[in-house]
């Protein structure tokens, strides 16, 4: 139980251009989804986190402009990268919370995103 | 200072070893510790889940945490090549935002 899925695993895209990742719960329902973002042998950053039927809370100096997050079902909630830029290349990683076990988060695979 | 300090390694170490890893934090306000492993290229996978001080094992795995020294650690008994991750600690305090270390990539070799 608790798998979670992201969707794509690896996207290339043109600068300028805009990328969706979505990020999936298969086996149960989320209501709160977290966003993060991993450079090269650093620690996974928070950028936001996305309640289910209600605007994505982002963390202080991420864009939300550029970062755009919606929550549209209890099993899905998808990430746009708006105008992307070759800095805004990184590893994506959504997570998602269990219901009831409020400190337990399960991780996707990850989406590596290169901006050319 | 960063509220949760972790040795980014590299940690080498023969198969059979037993491996330690580990985090200081600094915010007494973080009550829930984990170990999630990570391979290359891939997500997070919960290891371990420790609310209390004290230990507790899981297989191969043995959390511990000491609040009063603000101190947790993850050893690894009879490791294996397939241990070979990077290890992150995280913790949650009163907001339920995970506060994730750097993580140590540990390479246990044949």
């Known amino acids: 139980g608790a798998v979670v899925s992201q969707h794509p695993s690896r996207v290339i895209c043109k600068s300028g251009t805009s990328v969706k990742i979505e990020c999936r719960s298969l086996?149960?329902?989320?209501?709160?989804m977290f966003w993060y973002r991993q450079f090269p042998k650093q620690s996974l950053m928070l950028m936001a986190t996305s309640n289910e039927g209600s605007k994505a809370t982002y963390e202080q100096g991420v864009e939300k402009d550029k970062f755009l997050i919606n929550h549209a079902s209890l099993t899905l909630s998808t990430l746009t990268v708006t105008s992307a830029h070759p800095e805004d290349s990184s590893f994506y990683i959504c997570?998602?919370?269990?219901?009831?076990?409020?400190?337990?988060?399960?991780f996707g695979p990850g989406t590596r995103l290169t901006v050319l | 200072q960063k509220e949760v300090e972790q040795d980014p390694g590299p940690l080498s170490v023969p198969e059979g070893a037993i491996v330690s890893l580990n985090c200081t934090y600094s915010n007494s306000a973080f009550q829930y510790f984990m170990w999630y492993r990570q391979y290359s290229r891939k997500g997070p996978e919960l290891l371990m889940y420790?609310?209390?001080?004290g230990n507790k094992e899981d297989g191969r795995f043995t959390a511990q945490v000491d609040k009063s020294s603000k101190y947790i650690s993850l050893f690894i008994r009879d490791s294996q090549p397939s241990d070979s991750a990077t290890y992150l600690c995280?913790?949650?305090?009163?907001?339920?935002?995970?506060?994730f270390g750097t993580g140590t990539q540990l390479k246990v070799e044949l």
């Open positions: 086996d149960f329902q989320a209501t709160t």
């Open positions: 995280a913790m949650v305090g009163g907001g339920n935002k995970l506060t």
């Open positions: 997570s998602a919370r269990v219901p009831g076990k409020v400190n337990e988060q399960f």
């Open positions: 420790t609310y209390s001080s």
